[in-house]
């Protein structure tokens, strides 16, 4: 019997689940971590650098939550600043001029909004990560390895191929807000569940990704073979288009999401 909406949500918040600083190490070979945005700090809450896949070398970018509670704190929950996203920009800029793939590991409930965020460009760094995605001449590959949660998630979402594992989650909102809006009621946050079609199923019926990556019952060892393994076969798809191809190829994977779905419905 597969899992309800909610349970895989609860899931996805697993307390002992794999961060994005284990799968990196899983993966790759070697991983040089690179730190700050050169404007105004370095974010914890996302991890970036060179990474080394089957001699290899690629840019990775991954938002980061930790562990234990010192971790939670120290990398602000996954909730990334501008500066966060900022650190991004820099280091998709350092893979275009290097023609480096870049791969990037979300998990994050969102984007932090506490004052200070809002005041530095929360909503411009945002943007501008978006906007810049959209355009790299590099393969770009995102995947959601636990929440994928509103636009603090789509950040690092515009890519060629978008993947989730099995129990991961990506919505606009948090179930529990959700419920808040609609109901006015948080308790409802399972109904809401159901309602946002969050699932890593639905999302790829709805064609907003091309990849549902199996969890082997929380095998980590296994999951990581197999995406490596799967890493490994879209970089060398990648290398058959030309520099000027990718954005474009980007361009029209985003213009026709939906498309399918609403003729299929009809």
């Not at 980061?64 to 501008?82: I, Q, S, V, W």
Request: glycine content about 10%; charged content about 20%; aromatic content about 8%.
């Amino acid at each position: 019997m597969s899992a309800s909406a909610y349970e895989r949500v609860r899931a996805a918040r697993e307390k002992n689940r794999p961060t994005s600083l284990d799968y990196i190490g899983a993966l790759f070979g070697t991983f040089l971590e690179c730190h700050g945005d050169r404007r105004f700090a370095d974010d914890p809450a996302i991890v970036g650098g060179i990474a080394e896949l089957q001699g290899r070398p690629v840019t990775v970018i991954a938002i980061e939550k930790g562990h234990t509670t010192k971790e939670h704190l120290y990398r602000n929950f996954g909730a990334p600043n501008p500066e966060g996203y900022r650190k991004a920009l820099r280091l998709m800029g350092q893979a275009e001029k290097f023609h480096r793939p870049v791969i990037c590991f979300v998990d994050t409930s969102g984007a932090f909004c506490g004052i200070g965020a809002e005041e530095r460009g929360q909503g411009q760094a945002i943007a501008e990560s978006m906007s810049t995605m959209m355009g790299l001449q590099v393969p770009v590959l995102s995947i959601v390895i636990g929440e994928g949660g509103s636009g603090g998630a789509l950040a690092l979402c515009v890519a060629d191929q978008v993947w989730m594992l099995e129990n991961a989650i990506y919505s606009v909102i948090s179930p529990e807000g959700c419920a808040s809006i609609l109901w006015r009621d948080a308790e409802k946050a399972a109904e809401a569940a159901e309602c946002l079609k969050l699932t890593a199923d639905s999302a790829l019926e709805f064609g907003l990704i091309e990849e549902v990556i199996p969890e082997f019952q929380g095998n980590h060892e296994q999951t990581c073979a197999l995406l490596q393994q799967k890493i490994s076969a879209w970089l060398h798809q990648s290398q058959s288009l030309h520099c000027g191809q990718y954005a474009q190829r980007r361009f029209n994977r985003f213009r026709k999401i939906g498309t399918d779905f609403v003729q299929n419905a009809k």
